[in-house]
């Protein structure tokens, strides 16, 4: 059945707590931050992460995107190199994770500082130039 009119219960910028599984799907999957640090999602545990974006499956049940880091998540590209781009910093976020893996943390909401990873990456771009520049 259709669950179209589904609301997400958690808004973007909102900190979670993802309930991982072994056996499942997430099982070796690593999650990088933009702070080269990685976070292992493939053991059975508790991990806080930030909810970065939302979106729904075939039959309208909401699913959430998941990132260490406050940047927003994009589901569409406007050009190829957007897509090249976004293939490059792909294992920022995990997606497809429904409600009942989430739990909340009461009161924890971040302001997402960037709204994509393009826009994350325009920012790594001038910082670059800038201390190029520099030197």
Same mark, same amino acid.
């Given at each position: ?29 690593? $999650?990088?931050? =933009? ?25 309208? =049940?909401? %699913?959430?995107? %998941?990132?260490?880091?406050?940047? &927003?998540?994009?589901? &569409?590209?406007?050009?190829?190199? /957007?897509? =090249? ?16 893996? %989430? /739990? ?18 325009? /920012? %790594?771009?001038?910082? $670059? ?7």
């Amino acid at each position: 059945m259709p669950r179209i009119d589904a609301k997400h219960e958690f808004e973007i910028g909102q900190v979670v707590i993802l309930n991982t599984w072994y056996d499942e799907w997430c099982c070796g999957k690593i $999650l990088r931050s =933009t702070q080269n640090k990685e976070i292992c999602t493939g053991i059975k545990g508790k991990i806080k992460l930030i909810v970065v974006g939302h979106y729904r499956d075939c039959d309208g =049940t909401p %699913l959430y995107v %998941l990132s260490s880091d406050s940047i &927003g998540y994009i589901s &569409g590209y406007e050009s190829v190199k /957007q897509q =090249t781009s976004y293939k490059r910093w792909v294992d920022l976020f995990i997606t497809g994770i429904s409600e009942d893996h %989430l /739990q909340e943390c009461f009161g924890e909401k971040v302001e997402l500082k960037h709204k994509s990873v393009f826009e994350f990456e325009e /920012q %790594l771009r001038k910082e $670059l130039a800038y201390f190029a520049k520099e030197s």
